[in-house]
Structure formats: structure tokens, C-alpha cells
């Protein structure tokens, strides 16, 4: 069984800065891309960030510039850094991720649970 756990949520003030983290954990054959995904309060959700297995990024327009999304490899492990971090960055965060399992070698899409980001003025 393959699971995601997200870290690294916190209340942070307006123009501060978080980091996330979420590592994949359990029977990992191959992870393709990985992304950040989040839900404000009443919205619905919305793609943040991704990151192929090559290294290749893409991002929303409403953080570029903002954030970057990385990844280790090794630790099966992708990041969110978070800066300039703006009220309405207020969501849960949830990381995404295509994962094959070692005994059928299927991918599968495996979110994590989320961590809230609250960013007070």
C-alpha cells in the first residue's frame, strides 16, 4: 500500500514564509509527476504547482514567482516553498502524486490527507 503524508502546515503572517512537505512511503515501484493542489474555504480545488519526474515545473499564475515546487528523488519526497505568502493563500494542501506499486507496477494517482495554511494580515 502506498500513502502520501503531507507536513508543514502552520498560521503564518501575511509576506512569511512556509515550506512544505509531503513523502510517499510504502511499496513504491516508480513516482512519475508530483504535485500541490489546494482548497480554500468554500472553493473548489485548485491545481498549485506540479513536477515531473524529470524536473520539469509548472505553476499556477497566482503564485509564480511565489512558490517553487521540488522534489528528492531519493527521499520520494516533494517540497512546496512558499513565500510572500498572501491571506488569500488561506487553504488546505494537498500533494498528489502518480505512483507505481513493486507488485503490478500500475500507476495509480495517491493524494495525501492535506495540511492547512492559514496567512493572517
Known amino acids: 500500500q502506498v500513502q502520501l503524508v503531507e507536513s508543514g502546515g502552520a498560521l503564518v503572517q501575511a509576506g512569511g514564509s512556509l515550506r512544505l512537505s509531503c513523502a510517499a512511503s510504502?511499496?513504491?515501484?516508480?513516482?512519475?509527476?508530483m504535485a500541490w493542489y489546494r482548497q480554500a474555504p468554500g472553493k473548489q480545488r485548485e491545481s498549485v504547482a506540479t513536477?515531473?519526474?524529470?524536473?520539469?515545473?509548472n505553476y499556477a499564475d497566482s503564485v509564480k514567482g511565489r512558490f517553487t515546487i521540488s522534489r528528492d528523488n531519493a527521499k520520494n519526497t516533494v517540497y512546496l516553498q512558499m513565500n510572500s505568502l498572501r491571506p488569500e493563500d488561506t487553504a488546505v494542501y494537498y500533494c498528489a502524486a502518480d505512483i507505481a506499486n513493486d507488485y503490478d507496477y500500475r500507476y495509480l494517482e495517491v493524494w495525501g490527507q492535506g495540511t492547512l495554511v492559514t496567512v493572517f494580515s
Open positions: 513536477i515531473t519526474s524529470g524536473g520539469s515545473t
Open positions: 510504502g511499496n513504491i515501484f516508480s513516482i512519475n509527476a
